[in-house]
């Protein structure tokens, strides 16, 4: 079923064709420990960008593997682009979901300050 997110006030807006996740990625890498990110990853097919391009900022850093997008009202990243297994796709925020109930999805640590 699909669901939808956005940022904190409202201006970046979403929808993931797909179930809300089983489980979700809490990375230690620098920039998703300062911001508090807890991720699941999409195929970019399977989001729509409801409202909120013009007010999209975009952050890089280390590889540039990512381009983490982040709301430049509130700043509040409800997602990244990039790439896995060479398919597009979508890393989302699932901090950013109304209907995620974060303290039932089960979180899978992630080493990420090790890459």
């Known amino acids: 079923m699909p669901y939808q997110g956005s940022c904190h006030c409202g201006a970046v807006a979403f929808?993931?064709?797909a179930d809300l996740p089983a489980e979700v990625y809490e990375c230690n890498c620098s920039i998703c420990r300062r911001k508090g990110l807890l991720l699941t990853f999409v195929p970019a097919t399977a989001f729509t960008l409801d409202?909120?391009?013009?007010s999209l900022g975009r952050y890089r850093?280390?590889?540039?593997?990512?381009?983490?997008?982040?709301c430049t009202t509130c700043g509040t990243e409800p997602f990244a682009e990039g790439e896995q297994n060479g398919q597009?796709?979508?890393a989302v925020n699932i901090r950013c979901v109304p209907a995620a109930d974060l303290?039932?999805?089960?979180?899978?640590a992630v080493n990420g300050a090790a890459f």
């Not at 409202?51 to 013009?54: I, L, M, R, V």
């Not at 850093?61 to 982040?70: A, D, G, L, M, S």
């Not at 303290?103 to 899978?108: E, F, G, N, V």
């Open 15 to 17: 929808t993931v064709t």
């Open 88 to 90: 597009p796709m979508r």
């Open 103 to 108: 303290a039932a999805i089960p979180r899978k």
């Open 61 to 70: 850093f280390y590889k540039h593997r990512i381009t983490h997008r982040f």
């Open 51 to 54: 409202s909120g391009e013009a």
